[in-house]
């Protein structure tokens, strides 16, 4: 039997277009005659009670914003066989028999110990990083690849007038595709990537003295969150080099801001399909996009998927920055 009443929330890391997801979980919910609640500061609102009843209006005007209107946290206390036990009870008291968690892999490993604890539950994945296996996109990626690639047009505006090189570290924590994509949307000279060991001399030093030899006095390198060490890289180039270099973390900004269509457009299919799930009465799944297509797995299933790094786009991003 499908679920008749479900509750929302979003968890972990905020990214734009959580609250797109948010819109479609509602009205699709109350569309589908359910009772919808959406749940304040991710785990924290089911441990505390602090949920409260959704109509049509209450999700109105939040889709075009960045971060998320339920807002969010990280949960110690959810991420305790006692905190899931709790949280199922408040579940149990308030009659919802499904719900929506908009989040990473943590958020996902507490939905799927939540289902566990009787309460079906459904993830959507909602993070900048991209750095969920199972899915070939998450809420907030499109966003943070144009803001990035924003940034780093301003950054060569000034790394030009000065003829000097920009070491720019963008997020993504252990996955490297914000890097790569943003590193070929600027014409980076070179990019560095977790999944790809890096040699200093080879992949920064020759290229920029290859670089030099064509008559190249700017450079860019685009460093991945998960590679590091980007204000040493920096100093290093410009004491091997001579030339004046500079480092920049993006950082937080990548995370902020109105959310592209795409991720409105995504993350309004996902949220709707996530409700579809629970009203045919399933749970412990999460939501995904396969070429342009939305999909779901079983959650544990994905979580164990080992990702996979784009490796010819690597290449073609080698290729084209000189
Ligand atoms: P994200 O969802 O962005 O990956 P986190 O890893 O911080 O973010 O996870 C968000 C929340 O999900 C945590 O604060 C915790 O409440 C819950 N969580 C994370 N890992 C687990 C786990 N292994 N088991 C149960 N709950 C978890």
């Known amino acids: 039997m499908g679920a008749k009443t479900i509750a929302v929330l979003t968890s972990g ?36 009670g602090d949920l409260k009843e959704m109509n049509m209006r209450s999700v109105s005007d939040i889709m075009q914003h960045g971060g998320t209107a339920l807002f969010t946290a990280r949960s110690p206390e959810f991420n305790t066989p006692e905190g899931v036990q709790k949280a199922a009870n408040m579940c149990r008291e308030k009659g919802i028999d499904g719900v929506v968690v908009i989040g990473g892999d943590g958020s996902f490993r ?3 110990d939540l289902t566990g604890a009787g309460i079906p539950c459904i993830g959507v994945p909602g993070t900048i990083d991209n750095d969920i296996a199972c899915t070939d996109y998450t809420i907030g990626y499109d966003t943070a690849l144009n803001t990035a690639m924003e940034m780093i047009d301003r950054i060569r505006d000034t790394t030009e007038s000065h003829d000097r090189c920009s070491v720019v570290e963008v ?11 943003t590193g070929v949307a600027v014409g980076a000279l070179t990019t560095l990537v977790p999944e790809i060991p890096y040699d200093f001399q080879k992949d920064v030093l020759d290229r920029i003295r290859l670089a030099q030899s064509t008559g190249k006095r700017h450079y860019i390198i685009v ?29 937080h900004v990548q995370r902020g801001g109105a959310p592209t269509l795409r991720d409105r457009v995504v993350a309004s299919r996902m949220g709707y399909h996530a409700v579809e799930l ?17 999909v779901d797995f079983d959650i544990t299933e994905a979580l164990d998927m080992p990702r996979t790094f784009d490796e010819k786009m690597y290449r073609v991003s080698a290729i084209l920055s000189i």
């Open 171 to 181: 997020m993504g924590r252990r996955c490297g595709d914000i890097a790569l994509n």
């Open 223 to 251: 460093v991945a969150e998960g590679v590091g060490h980007t204000q040493e890289l920096a100093e290093r180039i410009q004491k091997e080099t001579g030339i004046e270099s500079r480092a920049t973390i993006l950082g």
């Open 13 to 48: 890391g905020d990214a734009p277009g959580m609250n797109a997801a948010v819109r479609a979980v509602v009205r699709s919910g109350l569309s589908f005659g359910m009772k919808v609640y959406g749940v304040m500061r991710g785990y924290n609102g089911l441990l505390n």
């Open 110 to 112: 507490g939905a799927r």
């Open 278 to 294: 629970l009203q045919n009465g399933l749970g412990n799944r999460v939501v995904a996009m396969k070429g342009e297509q939305i």
